[in-house]
């Protein structure tokens, strides 16, 4: 067995994204479906990871303990990035997506659970191919697996994570591959809307902005104090209320805060474009750190029937996320992009949702509004439906 420590760990993270980026930049079909750079490099890692293992060569243990710190990171900088003008335009479109997880939630179990009986399965075991694993996620997976357990379905936390894995992988597939068929099927672009909100939130740097190690530390400084303050909040709130609210999260809207109440004093303080530095920077160090730690052994021992019900959950997933909510987030470049993070945690899970985003609005354009929506409901508002269904669909099988 060889345990790395956080350093080494951020260096294979730093090298798996880098290696991502290279095999993107030379093999065209990889960039043509924009497939992220660290679901590349990431499940390459992982790979490698499992083959060592599966050999009885040697286990490979990472620390990732520091992966959290640049997931906060990221998404203070995704607030910092917004205004309340944004947050206005966004407001119908937020509580619609909204709902369209709650949705999914539904027909997730209802396609796990009557695949389940079709094939001959404990429902119990369709409910964690469901909503459980897949817009659940491995918390979710690991939270209702061992309740699971208890009710008598042997390894269902086993299925649950194994499920949750299969599903971020195939969240981090296909996502670029829809938007980009979107976008090319209806000649999507940046609106005009989306360029003005851009400019006035600081997207565009303007020529005078000059990035020095005064200023530089004035971003570090405010980035810091929003996810100090935001993480205190979020852990107090989830101590009053007993609902949990994530640390991120709590930075985000934190730094939403801070962002206007800076920009009505000054709006010299902000500056975006080191901002977007940091974000850019940060995403991809904690994005790679997530994918190359997936345990893709715990899929092995998955049976066929397992397999054939999650192919049926990501066919679904396209479908729907074609034919009905491109439609429903109003047939746009925003809709389409939005579309990417749908998939991404609707599979899998937030980071995944950022990663297919990420990677589209570097090739066709930005989309502000996509990147404080889908992070918003996918990481925190999604509960609120996707828990009550699920222990409902628990019960009604017990």
Not at 150 to 174: D, H, K, P, Q, R
Not at 330 to 337: M, R, S
Request: aromatic share 10%.
């Amino acid at each position: 067995m060889i345990e790395f420590d956080q350093v080494t760990t951020i260096f294979f993270a730093l090298a798996v994204f880098m290696l991502g980026t290279f095999l993107n930049y030379k093999m065209p079909f990889l960039n043509k479906f924009c497939i992220p750079a660290p679901v590349v490099g990431g499940l390459l890692f992982a790979l490698v990871i499992t083959l060592l293992r599966g050999f009885d060569i040697v286990v490979i243990n990472l620390d990732t303990s520091l992966q959290n710190l640049f997931m906060l990171t990221f998404f203070t900088t995704v607030g910092l990035g917004a205004s309340f003008k944004l947050l206005k335009v966004g407001g119908k479109l937020l509580i619609i997506y909204w709902l369209a997880c709650g949705f999914l939630a539904l027909a997730q179990n209802v396609i796990g659970v009557s695949m389940a009986k079709l094939l001959h399965l404990d429902p119990l075991i369709g409910v964690m191919v469901g909503a459980v694993s897949m817009e659940g996620g491995h918390g979710a997976a690991t939270a209702f697996g061992s309740t699971i357990e208890e009710m008598g379905i042997e390894g269902a936390l086993s299925i649950g994570l194994a499920t949750a894995t299969v599903g971020l992988v195939a969240g981090g597939l296909i996502g670029g591959p829809i938007v980009k068929f979107l976008i090319n099927k209806y000649q999507l672009k940046p609106t005009e809307a989306e360029e003005i909100s851009n400019e006035a939130m600081g997207e565009v740097p303007q020529q005078n902005e000059k990035i020095n190690s005064r200023s530089f530390m004035v971003q570090v400084f405010i980035i810091v104090f929003c996810m100090a303050v935001g993480t205190y909040l979020g852990d107090s709130f989830t101590s009053w209320t007993g609902f949990v609210l994530p640390g991120y999260v709590g930075a985000m809207f934190v730094a939403v805060i801070v962002r206007n109440i800076i920009e009505r004093v000054s709006e010299d303080v902000i500056q975006m474009k080191s901002i977007g530095i940091i974000g850019d920077i940060t995403l991809g160090i904690f994005l790679s750190m997530a994918l190359m730690s997936i345990q893709l052994w715990e899929i092995v021992d998955l049976a066929l029937p397992l397999l054939l019900i999650i192919l049926v959950q990501v066919i679904f997933m396209v479908l729907f996320s074609i034919f009905v909510l491109f439609k429903m987030f109003g047939k746009n470049y925003d809709a389409a992009v939005m579309i990417g993070g749908f998939t991404g945690h609707g599979l899998g899970a937030t980071p995944n949702a950022i990663a297919n985003m990420d990677a589209v609005v570097s090739k066709f354009g930005p989309s502000r509004k996509a990147f404080l929506i889908v992070p918003l409901v996918g990481a925190f508002l999604i509960d609120v439906f996707a828990v009550p269904i699920i222990i409902t669909t628990i019960n009604l099988f017990s």
